[in-house]
T-cell receptor, first 114, second 114 residues
Framework: SQQGEEDPQALSIQEGENATMNCSYK?????LQWYRQNSGRGLVHLIL?????REKHSGRLRVTLDTSKKSSSLLITASRAADTASYFC??????????????FGTGTQLKVEL | DTEVTQTPKHLVMGMTNKKSLKCEQH?????MYWYKQKAKKPPELMFV???????INESVPSRFSPECPNSSLLNLHLHALQPEDSALYLC?????????????FGPGTRLTVT
């Protein structure tokens, strides 16, 4: 399986704290993406970092990528109860013939308590 | 319009039934995807269509039959399913270039096979 691993599997924090999730993967990538999924719903794209980038910011999100270690991290600052969701990293190796093949990590379930 | 729609939201079918899942997007995307997601697991890619042609079949059993009638529509025809096929089926779309593009996900169809 090319599936990546994420840790922790579950994370519970208080509102206002920061949350950090880590992702490790196995193959060469074009880019790495992070998605959020609220319970039983579709996935929402959060951020994309290219293989030649080391860090990227978007609002309260900060993503890092270390291709030498095949790892990435997602930091959510000043968390809110609405951030409660599952978070997945997804590696994009690209495919010939069009489209992009995403391989999702195992996911981190984040719970933000009031 | 940045939305991917899926119908139905829920589907219960017997093992001898034939049913279809539908997915639609009007973002001009030329790549569309079907994923299967079991509870507390990451999405797993099933099929990729690029310019209305099947470009990836991830060794999916023939009881699942995809169809892309035009660039906006994607169907998944179901026949003689097994109870273990019960899952959330997610459709997604993206611009048709390998790498660098996010995928837009629909809310999913929750399928129960009895």
């Amino acid at each position: 399986s090319q599936q990546g691993e994420e840790d922790p599997q579950a994370l519970s924090i208080q509102e206002g704290e920061n949350a950090t999730m880590n992702c490790s993967y196995k193959t060469s990538i074009n880019n790495l993406q992070w998605y959020r999924q609220n319970s039983g719903r579709g996935l929402v794209h959060l951020i994309l970092i290219r293989s030649n980038e080391r860090e990227k910011h978007s609002g309260r999100l900060r993503v890092t990528l270390d291709t030498s270690k095949k790892s990435s991290s997602l930091l959510i600052t000043a968390s809110r109860a609405a951030d409660t969701a599952s978070y997945f990293c997804a590696t994009d190796a690209g495919i010939t013939g069009g489209g992009n093949k995403l391989t999702f990590g195992t996911g981190t379930q984040l719970k933000v308590e009031l | 319009d940045t939305e991917v729609t899926q119908t139905p939201k829920h589907l219960v079918m017997g093992m001898t039934n034939k049913k279809s899942l539908k997915c639609e997007q009007h973002m001009g995307h030329r790549a569309m995807y079907w994923y299967k997601q079991k509870a507390k697991k990451p999405p797993e890619l099933m099929f990729v269509y690029s310019y209305e042609k099947l470009s990836i079949n991830e060794s999916v059993p023939s009881r699942f039959s995809p169809e892309c009638p035009n660039s906006s529509l994607l169907n998944l025809h179901l026949h003689a399913l097994q109870p273990e096929d019960s899952a959330l089926y997610l459709c997604a779309s993206s611009q048709d270039r390998s790498g660098l593009f996010r995928q837009y996900f629909g809310p999913g169809t929750r399928l129960t096979v009895t």
